[in-house]
């Protein structure tokens, strides 16, 4: 059997990607990538998405308002994301991205708190996932979640933390979510937690167009890298690379709730 990896964060919307979407695809496929997940960053790409997902079934989508949009929108924006997803609840898998990224600056930190929260209110309402984005914020990202109570899980994007960060988020239902991030030699703590965490914690992304694998630096980051995220990976564990891809691809579709088989 040849191994199927899922994207669990791949922005192929994005016009860095759009303009070649279909290459960007096939060249994934030839990779080994059978399904990814396309997270929103913004409320003008809600609508797109959807069409996308209905086109290619195996694009999941998540909608979301990112922290880096978060100074062009307002909180009514998440009413409009409420009445969406109650009209397309099936064909939306997670809200995401969201979170907060306080190396922004600090006039948007009001916002990005206020969208924050409201969304995964709106997630814990209606049973959703979300994706989440964090930069010098995981504590704070922590503290909202146990005290709305919030017990859908979803997936770190972007993981790059010791053992004990990583594990702070598995309690709480997340996954994480690794990528380039483990190619390069700094990655030390990153690159521990993923030789002492349970296999079943962890999801593979490659967060394209951004992201970029160490020696690609500069360039645009597609979702064919995701092999080479893979055997980075690979390298961390000690399991067969059949039971690593399988075990990538049930943690993915278990913490999405999608339905699609490894076979």
């Known amino acids: 059997m040849s191994l199927k990896l899922f994207d669990s964060h791949c922005h192929l919307n994005l016009p860095e990607l759009a303009k070649e979407q279909a290459l960007h695809w096939q060249q994934a496929q030839q990779a080994g990538v059978a399904a990814l997940l396309i ?17 290619h079934p195996q694009w999941p989508v998540a909608l979301g308002i990112h922290p880096w949009w978060a100074h062009s929108h307002r909180l009514s924006d998440v009413d409009e994301l409420s009445v969406l997803l109650q ?21 948007t930190f009001d916002i990005q708190q206020q969208l924050f929260e409201a969304q995964l209110a709106l997630a814990a309402e209606l049973g959703k996932p979300v994706v989440l984005h964090h930069r010098k914020s995981q504590p704070h990202l922590l503290a909202a979640i146990k005290h709305i109570g919030f017990g859908e899980g979803g997936i770190l994007h972007a993981f790059s933390g010791s053992p004990e960060q990583g594990q702070a988020f598995i309690e709480q239902g997340f996954k994480l979510g690794i990528g380039g991030t483990i190619s390069y030699e700094r990655a030390q703590k990153t690159r521990k937690a993923v030789q002492q965490l349970p296999l079943s914690t962890f999801v593979l992304e490659t967060d394209a ?7 690609f630096q500069g360039r645009v980051n597609t979702p064919a890298r995701l092999a080479q995220v893979f055997q980075h990976f690979s390298s961390l564990r000690a399991e067969p690379k059949e039971q690593l891809a399988e075990q990538l691809w049930f943690n993915t579709c278990q913490v999405l709730r999608l339905g699609l088989a490894y076979s």
């Not at 997270?39 to 086109?55: F, G, I, N, S």
């Not at 997670?94 to 006039?107: K, P, Q, R, V």
């Not at 167009?209 to 020696?215: D, I, T, V």
């Open 39 to 55: 997270p929103a960053v913004e409320r003008a790409a809600w609508v797109d998405l959807l069409q996308l997902h209905r086109k």
């Open 87 to 107: 009209q397309q609840r099936d064909n939306v898998c997670a809200i995401g991205e969201i979170g907060l990224d306080f190396a922004l600056s600090a006039d």
């Open 209 to 215: 167009p951004s992201m970029p694998l160490a020696g």
